[in-house]
């Protein structure tokens, strides 16, 4: 063949597809994690939905019943796709302590973290 000859080589045209299967393959694993990630942020947004709406109930319960402690009581709520809310309350002066556990579902098992509140009561 003439050194003027011009095209593409099978060498050439298999490296490059060689480098476009790589990145497609790449790309493809970080969609994948991106997913994955929006689903823990989502699990996360109901746990935490969850805790405000028990917070907003043991607010209001203090409300209808004069500040009283005793009508706080811990307790536990499960989410639609697996979250599970657990909270405590501890008597303390001037009110009550609240620590509320928020499990759920991420890329890599199973996550908890806690949110700690004080009730003011008598």
Known sequence: MARSARGISTVECLVA?????????????AVALGIRTAASG?????A???AGEVLETAHF??????????????G????PAGEVV???VNPGDGGARIVLALS????????????RGFLRCH
């Open 61 to 74: 319960r203090l409300k209808a019943s004069n500040q009283s402690c005793a009508v706080l009581a811990a």
């Open 86 to 88: 657990n909270w405590a």
């Open 48 to 50: 935490t939905r969850i």
């Open 76 to 79: 536990s709520r499960n989410g």
């Open 104 to 115: 759920y579902a991420t890329p890599i098992g199973q996550r908890t973290d806690s949110i």
């Open 17 to 29: 597809l060689t480098v476009f299967s790589l990145g497609a393959l790449g790309s493809g694993g």
């Open 42 to 46: 989502t699990h996360l947004s109901t």
